[in-house]
Nanobody, 124 residues
Framework: QVQLVESGGGLVQAGGSLRLSCAAS????????MGWFRQTPRKEREFVAA????????RYADSVKGRFTISRDNAKNTVYLQMNGLKPEDTAVYYC?????????????????WGQGTQVTVPS
């Protein structure tokens, strides 16, 4: 019923910026919490950032706090992740997720819908 499609990934040099977008179709996400997770072959899918349905509350992983900004435009049914000061360790496939009744932002199990992912590569 809900499809999430990420876009905006690519290759960027260390210190550069990138903005990821997650567009939803099938249902309005205005009352859903939205999150961004990332995954590398070496690690499990890890939490990056999340935003409440109202957009008034956000949370970030310590590794990205101060560099990444999550935002949402409910009118466009879209969530964004602005990534600044990118580092090689940010290289991963980034997934957006949507969840109803999310109580713990950082847990994958809290989210009901997931996108296909978009690759972000930051060469070392």
């Amino acid at each position: 019923q809900v499809q999430l499609v990420e876009s905006g990934g690519g290759l960027v040099q260390a210190g550069g910026s990138l903005r990821l977008s997650c567009a939803a179709s099938g249902r309005s996400l205005s009352k859903y919490a939205m999150g961004w997770f990332r995954q590398t072959p070496r690690k499990e899918r890890e939490f990056v950032a999340a935003i409440a349905w109202s957009g008034g509350s956000t949370r970030y992983a310590d590794s990205v706090k101060g560099r990444f900004t999550i935002s949402r435009d409910n009118a466009k049914n879209t969530v964004y992740l602005q990534m600044n000061g990118l580092k090689p360790e940010d290289t991963a496939v980034y997934y957006c997720a949507a969840g109803d009744l999310v109580r713990v932002w950082v847990l994958r199990s809290q989210y009901d819908y997931w996108g296909q992912g978009t690759q972000v590569t930051v060469p070392s």
